[in-house]
């Protein structure tokens, strides 16, 4: 696409695409990206003057919408302390209230807490103490067991329990460890479970069981790899098959964590505790990276007690003070507020607002679990096409393959909500002529 540096505004995407990588895109990208020059509360304000409601509170994890004045003050606040220190050999009030604050609210049991300084790291870290729990015990067990349609992240661990076909498990198979994958969690959210829809895994972890260190999964909410969501039971029973056949059981809330499903985590759903959990997004409000792997005490006892007596990993900005400050003013910030009644106000309005796309001939599957909606289209979607209707409706979200998608900051109206929902039907009434 040619385009006109002579504007300021293409002068900038211009030089964007001379130099910048963006998440999954070529060099430059197939299409130029939106220039945002600010945003505040749930609207992203471009540099040519449009604006924009946003439907992904930048992937799951601007919860209060941006430029919060708690958020603000709190990150204002502590650089004025200080912006960061190592973790190495010191430590500082915002990591240790926030640690605290993460034992207090996450399921029992879950004790201690490593500050990682992305999702994927902290499923990094997981695994890791996964591993080096059994080493504790004598045991060499270094494989993983997951279920297909999951997302875990990007880095080597994390993609190698990624799904291997809508994962990037192909371009990179041989470097990969192989771990198990049973079958997509079944049956869907609100339907009946029985034990059927777990046999195959039960196998896989009964003739596995001494090889495998733990199960890895997004509890209730598969997000990246099928925006789908499947029954509490399931995890429950899960929870009980780990328990039988003594292997831990890696929750990683990472996209799920701090209400989005409807509850404060997606385990409470199953009202289980698995032994690692890993958290992330939300937990800054959006405001910086950071992510954080929780354990209980039998796994850091069995981490710390046997050779080398330590948890092999510590990034440089671990802690890091900004990150731990925001975290903790966001998360005392949801807490302090009706949450609950927000998702369960949006989760009611994306129904209602995504119902008329059940009856569209390219549409496979309509569904809506607390603040996540989600239309699933028969055929892919042309992207540069569906970007240009959702913004003629004023609105930002950022579909994939034959997802479309929608998971609001919390503080949306209703408003808002009713024209992001309708935005989606639209793209869905025009997919297959929007080519
Ligand atoms: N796990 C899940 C469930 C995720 O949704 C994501 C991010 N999309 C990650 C892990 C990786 O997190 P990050 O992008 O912060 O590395």
Redesign the pocket.
């Known amino acids: 696409m040619a385009i006109d540096v002579s504007d300021p505004i293409m002068d900038l995407i211009a030089r964007d695409r001379a130099v910048l990588w963006h998440p999954y895109a070529a060099m430059p990208m197939a299409f130029p990206p939106l220039a945002v020059a600010s945003a505040s509360g749930n609207r992203l304000r471009l540099e040519d003057g449009r604006e924009l409601v946003d439907g992904m509170s930048s992937?799951w994890a601007a919860i209060h919408g941006y430029g919060h004045p708690v958020l603000d003050a709190a990150v204002r606040s502590q650089v004025d302390d200080m912006a960061h220190v190592m973790f190495g050999g010191l430590t500082h009030r915002p990591a240790v209230e926030l640690a605290e604050l993460l034992v207090g609210i996450t399921p029992a049991g879950l004790e201690h807490v490593f500050l990682c300084d992305?999702?994927?790291v902290a499923?990094e870290v997981a695994i890791k103490m996964a591993v080096q729990y059994w080493a504790g015990r004598g045991e060499l067990r270094q494989r993983l067991l997951t279920v297909r349609s999951g997302?875990?992240?990007?880095t080597a661990g994390?993609m190698a329990v990624c799904d291997p076909d809508t994962g990037m498990h192909h371009l990179f198979s041989a470097m990969l460890p192989r771990h198990l994958f049973a079958p997509t969690p079944e049956p869907t959210f609100g339907k009946p479970f029985c034990t059927d829809h777990i046999a195959e895994l039960a196998q896989l972890l009964a003739h596995n069981r001494d090889e495998i260190a733990a199960v890895i999964l997004?509890p209730i909410v598969q997000?990246?790899g099928g925006m789908r969501f499947y029954a509490p039971a399931y995890l429950a029973a899960l929870r009980a098959l780990c328990d039988e056949h003594d292997v831990l059981l890696i929750a990683?809330e990472?996209?799920t964590g701090f209400g989005r499903s409807g509850k404060l985590f997606a385990c409470d759903h199953a009202e289980i505790s698995p032994d690692i959990m890993c958290v992330?997004?939300a937990m800054t409000g959006g405001y910086l990276?950071m992510?954080a792997t929780l354990c209980t005490r039998e796994v850091a006892d069995g981490v710390s007690g046997a050779e080398p007596g330590a948890l092999m990993h510590g990034p440089t900005f671990m802690g890091n003070p900004l990150a731990s400050a925001v975290s903790l003013a966001s998360i005392r910030l949801l807490l302090s507020g009706p949450w609950c009644d927000r998702v369960v106000r949006i989760e009611g309005r994306l129904r209602e607002g995504l119902g008329p796309a059940k009856g569209l001939a390219n549409v496979a599957d309509v569904r809506v679990l607390g603040a996540i909606g989600v239309i699933e289209v028969r055929e892919a979607l042309p992207m540069a096409a569906m970007q240009a209707v959702l913004v003629e409706h004023g609105v930002w979200l950022r579909p994939f393959g034959r997802l479309l998608y929608t998971m609001p900051p919390y503080i949306s109206t209703d408003d808002d909500v009713d024209l992001i929902a309708c935005a989606m039907v639209s793209v869905a009434e025009q997919v297959g002529v929007v080519r």
């Open positions: 992937w992305s999702g994927s499923v997302y875990h992240g990007d994390a997004e997000g990246a990683d990472i996209a992330g997004k990276s992510a």
